[in-house]
């Protein structure tokens, strides 16, 4: 086997490992269920929201910065939201609010 073609077996071996053990680190928590069951599938969006940068910044200030925009910013759409109170979008947003609330608990950030 060539180089390149190894490195590129190893390369996704990696990142298939990292979803996997972020995946699997997530404590039993399903934000959506029973109100949003359905919206979208919330360990995998945590999953994709943990590897974002600020959970991996050397910066002590994050993640909780992040998550507390995150949540100001999606509190905020959720008060200024003038559609169907039925709506799947806005349904989707309190549950993205759940999740953060809940990364902000488990990262012990104030102000949570």
């Given at each position: 086997m060539k180089k390149p073609q190894?490195?590129?077996?190893i390369k996704e071996e990696i990142a298939r490992l990292q979803k996997t053990n972020i995946t699997e680190q997530l404590p039993i928590f399903n934000p959506?269920?029973?109100?949003?069951?359905g919206t979208f599938n919330c360990k995998q969006w945590l999953a994709g929201v943990l590897q974002l940068p600020p959970f991996s910044?050397?910066?002590?200030n994050q993640p909780c910065n992040f998550i507390q925009n995150k949540i100001n910013q999606t509190q905020n759409w959720i008060n200024n939201f003038s559609g169907n109170p039925?709506?799947?979008?806005?349904?989707?947003?309190?549950?993205k609010l759940t999740a953060f609330n809940?990364?902000?608990?488990?990262?012990?950030?104030?102000?949570?």
């Open positions: 190894l490195r590129k077996i959506c269920d029973p109100d949003c069951q910044s050397n910066n002590p039925q709506s799947q979008q806005l349904a989707l947003k309190q549950c809940y990364l902000c608990q488990q990262h012990n950030c104030p102000n949570c």
